[in-house]
């Protein structure tokens, strides 16, 4: 996807599905994580292709755990208590959805998704770069808007003022 933003729409519409387990902070930081590589990849385009290592289901899933390595940390950062059952759940729908939407999108991520195998996810162009866009921003609204109806995001909000 062309904006990180949209992934973490895609984040919100699943945490709206179970709020107590899914830790939409790590969702958050699994996002941040796996886009280091292509962020780098743009200071120093010459030393790593832009999407490989870390849009496969390789280096997606270690990625996840060195994420869930830092739950307590980041949870005392953030003073929050992070469980570590929707630290899992968070962690892994952050890292398999974003390489999957990926993959609709990019073709190298659709073709080494499964590196170390030369298998093609076939992917790539589903759906267009706009629906899927689209698609992201309508589930983020949903799930925004059935957070709300729970009154989960008068919580969060709490949360943030302490």
Not at 30 to 53: G, M
Not at 65 to 71: E, G, K, N, T
Not at 83 to 104: E, K, N, P, Q, W
Not at 121 to 143: D, E, K, P, Q, V
Request: aromatic content about 14%; proline content about 5%.
């Amino acid at each position: 996807m062309p904006y990180p933003y949209l992934h973490m729409l895609f984040g919100l519409g699943a945490k709206a599905t179970k709020p107590s387990r899914f830790s939409f902070v790590m969702f958050g930081a699994t996002q941040i994580a796996i886009d280091l590589q292509p962020l780098f990849n743009r200071i120093y385009p010459s030393l790593l292709e832009r999407h490989t290592p870390t849009h496969t289901l390789i280096g997606a899933t270690i990625i996840m755990f060195i994420c869930l390595a830092f739950r307590i940390p980041l949870g005392n950062l953030l003073k929050i208590m992070i469980d570590r059952r929707a630290a899992f759940y968070g962690a892994a729908t952050g890292v398999y959805s974003h390489i999957f939407l990926d993959a609709i999108i990019h073709r190298e991520v659709s073709a080494n998704l499964f590196w170390p195998y030369r298998i093609e996810s076939h992917l790539y162009g589903i759906m267009g770069n706009r629906s899927l866009t689209l698609a992201c921003i309508a589930f983020g609204t949903l799930g925004a808007i059935w957070l709300w109806r729970q009154g989960k995001v008068m919580e969060y909000l709490a949360l943030l003022k302490k």
